[in-house]
């Protein structure tokens, strides 16, 4: 008999990805990842032979092992996920008439619409979010479903998010911009989807401005001075999804002049200046 020691020393990532964007809002349920560990057995022996697969969790407890499972050999070697050991610290497994390599697999549980496609998609750990790899993609079977990574390198570590392909559009355009009352102003409303966008809306808009609903663009000429939220909204066949746009309205672009009390301020040149009453020292960097 040999006994094989699975310890959770990868470097996995264990964390919780949600899909969702900061500016974005929809009422459409949205897939989210939960990352665990899992030990990963690699039976070899005789196909169609029965094999218990046994385990305790310290070697002080040898006499008391656990029955996994009774396996009936499919093929071989064969790669047997302990779905029962997600992220656990150690597991020791033990040899019967069978030999057993075992090696840290990724799973990941995800949570959303059943029979709906999702894009698998990961990151390098600290890597850009901005800029994620598909892995597969899938048919939920089933909510929630966990799904083995048996494609990376078992080395790998990753970062990983469930898009659902039919969720509603998600707002990318920026959520702030300046506008000048009296002139003629443009504004494009961008949003990422997997889906045909159908159409474009905007709401709350200050007056003299109003949105294509074909194109996405706002536009018009800003009538009165202020600051603006309007909530900008972007359809697919599966329902909308909206974010925020703050709209600052002003007279003039110039630079506002503010009121700087006395004190010693470091700036480029040994400079005095003198005016309304108050001695500003003007000191040299360094």
């Not at 656990?66 to 150690?90: C, E, F, K, Q």
């Not at 998609?121 to 899938?138: P, S």
């Not at 074909?214 to 909206?242: F, H, K, L, M």
């Amino acid at each position: 008999m040999k006994v094989l020691s699975v310890r959770n020393l990868c470097n996995f990532l264990s964390a919780i990805l949600v899909t969702a964007c900061i500016s974005s809002n929809s009422g459409f349920a949205q897939s989210t990842v939960v990352q665990q560990n899992y030990p990963g057995l690699v039976i070899t022996g005789t196909v169609g032979n029965s094999y218990p697969i046994e385990y305790v969790t310290t070697l002080s407890n040898v006499n008391n092992w656990i029955t996994l499972t009774n396996l009936v050999l499919p093929s071989s070697p064969y790669l047997l996920i302990d779905t029962s050991a997600g992220n656990a610290p150690r597991r020791f497994y033990r040899e019967t008439n069978v030999t057993i390599t075992a090696e840290n697999y990724l799973g990941l549980t995800i949570t959303g619409t059943v029979g709906s496609t999702n894009m698998i998609q990961y990151v390098e750990a600290n890597g850009d979010t901005n800029n994620w790899t598909t892995l597969t993609n899938i048919v939920l079977p089933s909510s929630p479903y966990l799904l083995m990574d048996t494609i990376s390198p078992r080395t790998a570590r990753r970062l990983y998010r469930a898009e659902d392909l039919a969720r509603p559009p998600r707002i990318t355009s920026a959520g702030a911009t300046l506008a000048r009352v009296g002139q003629p102003f443009n504004y494009q409303i961008t949003a990422s989807s997997y889906l045909p966008i159908t159409s474009y809306d905007a709401t709350g808009l200050p007056s003299g401005l109003t949105v294509n609903s074909s194109s996405g663009v706002i536009s018009g000429t800003p009538t009165q001075e202020g600051t603006n939220t309007a909530t900008v909204i972007a359809r697919n066949s599966t329902g909308p999804g909206s974010g925020s746009l703050t709209l600052n309205l002003r007279l003039s672009f110039a630079t506002e002049l503010v009121s700087i009390a006395a004190g010693t301020f470091t700036m480029g040149s040994p400079i005095t200046e003198t005016g309304h009453g108050t001695n500003i020292q003007c000191v040299p960097r360094g």
